[in-house]
């Protein structure tokens, strides 16, 4: 039998080892509208994929030879997206997928050369401009239309895709999206053929990145067909706006209805749920005109007495299920998430949730992960969330851009704060979209706190820069306007595009923070981006040529400092909301401070790119976290350096530490708040202990033992029912290099 690749295996419904998914959350999406005439058909499976050209029309299919590609609609110059192409020689993919991730990877330019430098920070996959052949998709499927659809309107939603892309449907191209990151939605009704065969078709084309470090390519988020009565709720455009006072809360809800079709007479009825299914609101709107081809927005509102607020501890969730009904039938459904709280940024004393303090604990995520590289399945969304939440992490910040909807569904639910990011700061027509596209689609989310125009910009300190962000924060005030506006600034602070800020954002230059609030004292801070110390797991010796750096926490850019430092010094000043520490898990490309091949990963994060904790981790388990914490390392092997001093260090929130090697004390000491314990210790073989005291009693031990050579892998899943891998394996194209992606079945 086929063999599963490393990703079939992590999208299944388990994984093994120490990378184990995190069973479903017990509501990880809004709940589906089942009794909803609106239909929602997931279109994750089936797909067929290849390889394009970016250069040689000849090797993409056709695409782009003629001067007249656009020249008639429904002819787009290519077979691929004629319904006789015969595709069976593509490969079979589902969704998520990322073609880069299995690419061969290429050097770039010679040692030294900024072409090598860029390969490094690009993961040396090969992407961009030097690798026209591998840098363009072509994705093929057919569309469940019947004839039943007849009359409906119809649309393509995408999560994102990756990354500019041209959609093609039943041959002609019905629109295009540029950034990976922003979703977007395309109507296909007039195109559409119910009960014949209707076919898809999207050419992603990543020959220009967005990012300094690995984006993947292609279809990596989920992509569904709905099907809506002309008259029908726009997308997101159920939107809740709470207000909590001492007598209860007041829901705010505003519903836009788009009508393409025939002017009618409608009622809007709008039921909230709470979060024990209790219907705590039940609104029926008087008679509502619809014109035809037109817009509609209607607002509600209802009291509740004692609402249950979402918080860290108890993200309480409600719903709302928003009905059309004309005529006494409910014609379209939706139903949506919300949490009542209320947030305040304080210049004098940070954050605010629910009127009590909390200090922001937050990590800075790419999207990728270890053997899917950007397709990475919700349940492996839902697993990270929960590492980081484990480490005493409360807060999430997607780098830099906004994140995936399955983050959002589960930081929402296991109460994590979220900072959302545009990926493009600017006030260009094609920014503007996607910023209303990324607001629109989190506004009802209650995890998230911060609106954030941009990363470390070039622009942000100059005029040019205040006035594209006043813009773009007028535009996130239409849309919203319950949540601050902030920017990432590495430099400058109090220029530039800083007065026009609701929370000034600081990347590292921890020097500058003082004199800035002393200059800005009504300005809330934030730390947007810190940290970024530098870690091997397991690794505590540098060691260049390999392309590895010690684990303790020692090793930084330039521009960066210790987790020790940055998080002292934010956690001593009141004023400061928090940060996000330079990342949670470790990401292809950016492998600083090796910029050259063969490296291709970065080393800044608290886990490894599979998600094994470095011993940072430990040391934001034990000051993040509620928990009693102890973690002694290094590991105890040393053969050859005996009688040779190991540094060995302790993080550990208890009142004293006392170590022991192979039963001797090596003393007592005392433990100081967001401080590491170190001890010199000459190496002998056998056992080190740390031993753990609160108030005088024991509470805690820690164990590094000498050992010998591995003798078994031990393999465990977290669930007792796991889902079977489908096989991915297939002939492999004429326009894909041999083995770049296919390989022949083994046998069983």
């Known amino acids: 039998m086929p063999r599963p690749s490393r990703r079939d295996l992590l999208k299944t419904a388990g994984a093994a080892g120490g990378l184990a998914l995190a069973p479903p959350l017990r509501a990880a999406v809004a709940p589906a509208a089942t009794d909803s005439p609106r239909a929602i058909v997931s279109l994750d499976r089936g797909w067929r994929f290849a390889l394009g050209h970016a250069a040689d029309p000849a090797k993409d299919f056709g695409f782009g030879a003629g001067h007249d590609t656009y020249g008639k609609s429904g002819d787009v110059g290519t077979p691929v997206a004629e319904a006789k192409f015969d595709d069976s020689g593509w490969q079979a993919v589902d969704l998520p997928h990322d073609w880069a991730v299995d690419l061969p990877f290429e050097r770039f330019g010679a040692p030294g050369s900024e072409a090598d430098r860029s390969g490094a920070f690009q993961g040396f996959k090969p992407l961009g401009r030097m690798w026209p052949a591998t840098?363009?998709?072509?994705?093929?499927?057919?569309?469940?239309?019947t004839a039943e659809d007849a009359g409906k309107r119809l649309s393509l939603e995408f999560d994102g895709v990756s990354r500019n892309c041209l959609v093609i449907f039943n041959g002609f191209v019905v629109g295009s999206n540029e950034s990976a990151y922003a979703p977007f939605r395309i109507d296909i009704t007039d195109f559409a053929k119910p009960g014949e065969e209707n076919l898809l078709v999207l050419r992603c084309d990543v020959s220009l990145g967005e990012a300094w470090s690995y984006e993947g390519a292609g279809l990596y988020r989920h992509v569904r067909?709905?099907?809506?009565?002309?008259?029908?709720?726009?997308?997101?455009?159920?939107?809740?706006?709470?207000?909590?006072?001492?007598?209860?809360?007041?829901?705010?809800?505003?519903?836009?209805?788009?009508?393409?079709?025939?002017?009618?007479?409608?009622?809007?009825?709008?039921?909230?749920?709470?979060?024990?299914?209790?219907?705590?609101?039940?609104?029926?709107?008087?008679?509502?005109?619809?014109?035809?081809?037109?817009?509609?927005?209607?607002?509600?509102?209802?009291?509740?007495?004692?609402?249950?607020?979402?918080?860290?501890?108890?993200?309480?969730?409600?719903?709302?299920?928003?009905?059309?009904?004309?005529?006494?039938?409910?014609?379209?459904?939706?139903?949506?998430?919300?949490?009542?709280?209320?947030?305040?940024?304080d210049p004098d004393h940070g954050f605010f949730l629910n009127g009590l303090p909390v200090k922001i604990k937050g990590t800075c995520n790419h999207q990728d992960h270890a053997g899917v590289g950007f397709a990475v399945p919700d349940s492996l969304h839902v697993w990270r969330l929960?590492?980081?939440?484990?480490?005493?992490?409360?807060?999430?910040?997607?780098?830099?851009?906004?994140p995936s909807p399955a983050i959002l569904e589960a930081c929402d639910q296991l109460g994590i704060l979220v900072m959302d990011e545009t990926r493009q700061m600017s006030s260009n027509p094609e920014a503007l979209s996607q910023l209303d596209r990324i607001v629109r689609q989190g506004r009802n989310h209650p995890s998230i706190i911060l609106w954030s125009l941009g990363n470390e910009e070039i622009h942000r300190g100059t005029p040019t820069g205040a006035r594209?962000?006043?813009?773009?924060?007028?535009?996130?005030?239409?849309?919203?306007?319950?949540?601050?506006?902030?920017?990432?600034?590495?430099?400058?602070?109090?220029?530039?595009a800083s007065p026009v800020l609701d929370v000034m954002g600081c990347n590292y230059y921890l020097d500058a923070i003082d004199p800035y609030h002393v200059a800005h004292p009504t300005m809330p801070m934030i730390g947007t981006e810190t940290g970024s110390t530098v870690m091997t797991r397991g690794e505590y010796k540098r060691d260049d040529a390999a392309g590895i750096v010690p684990a303790y926490d020692t090793d930084f850019p330039k521009w960066a400092t210790t987790a020790?430092?940055?998080?002292?010094?934010?956690?001593?000043?009141?004023?400061?909301?928090?940060?996000?520490?330079?990342?949670?898990?470790?990401?292809?490309?950016?492998?600083?401070?090796?910029?050259?091949?063969?490296?291709?990963?970065?080393?800044?994060?608290?886990?490894?790119?599979?998600?094994?904790?470095?011993?940072?981790?430990?040391?934001?388990?034990?000051?993040?976290?509620?928990?009693?914490?102890?973690?002694?390392?290094?590991?105890?092997?040393?053969?050859?350096r005996e009688g040779q001093e190991i540094a060995v260090w302790v993080h550990s929130n208890c009142d004293t530490v006392e170590l022991f090697l192979n039963g001797h004390s090596l003393g007592h000491q005392s433990v100081?708040?967001?401080?590491?314990?170190?001890?010199?210790?000459?190496?002998?073989?056998?056992?080190?202990?740390?031993?753990?005291?609160?108030?005088?009693?024991?509470?805690?031990?820690?164990?590094?033992?000498?050992?010998?050579?591995?003798?078994?892998?031990?393999?465990?899943?977290?669930?007792?029912?796991?889902?079977?891998?489908?096989s991915r394996w297939c002939a492999p194209p004429s326009s894909m290099r041999s083995g770049v992606r296919c390989r022949p079945p083994a046998t069983a």
Not at 600 to 627: E, I, L, T, V
Not at 707 to 721: E, V
């Open 135 to 145: 840098s363009v998709g072509w994705y093929r499927r057919a569309i469940p239309i």
């Open 386 to 402: 929960e590492r980081l939440k484990a480490m005493g992490a409360n807060a999430y910040r997607s780098t830099h851009h906004s």
């Open 468 to 496: 594209i962000a006043a813009t773009m924060k007028r535009r996130v005030y239409e849309l919203d306007g319950t949540r601050p506006v902030t920017e990432a600034f590495n430099g400058k602070f109090g220029e530039g």
């Open 564 to 640: 020790e430092t940055w998080w002292s010094f934010y956690d001593a000043r009141p004023f400061l909301a928090g940060g996000f520490v330079w990342t949670g898990f470790d990401y292809r490309g950016e492998p600083t401070p090796f910029e050259r091949w063969p490296e291709n990963a970065s080393n800044f994060g608290q886990m490894d790119s599979c998600g094994f904790p470095k011993d940072n981790y430990h040391y934001y388990r034990a000051w993040w976290g509620a928990k009693p914490a102890l973690h002694l390392f290094p590991h105890w092997n040393w053969a050859g």
């Open 225 to 345: 067909l709905v099907k809506t009565a002309p008259p029908h709720i726009r997308q997101w455009g159920a939107t809740v706006r709470c207000e909590v006072r001492t007598d209860g809360a007041t829901i705010r809800i505003e519903t836009e209805i788009d009508n393409d079709g025939p002017a009618a007479t409608a009622r809007l009825r709008s039921r909230v749920t709470g979060p024990d299914g209790r219907i705590v609101a039940d609104l029926l709107s008087q008679p509502l005109a619809l014109p035809d081809w037109g817009r509609t927005s209607f607002a509600q509102e209802a009291r509740l007495s004692d609402p249950a607020l979402w918080s860290l501890d108890t993200p309480q969730l409600y719903s709302l299920a928003s009905e059309i009904i004309i005529a006494d039938v409910a014609v379209d459904r939706t139903v949506s998430r919300f949490g009542i709280r209320t947030i305040r940024f």
């Open 672 to 726: 100081t708040r967001n401080r590491h314990l170190e001890w010199q210790v000459p190496y002998a073989p056998g056992r080190i202990e740390a031993h753990g005291f609160a108030r005088g009693r024991h509470i805690l031990t820690e164990v590094r033992e000498t050992t010998g050579m591995p003798q078994r892998i031990g393999l465990t899943s977290d669930r007792r029912s796991l889902a079977p891998a489908r």
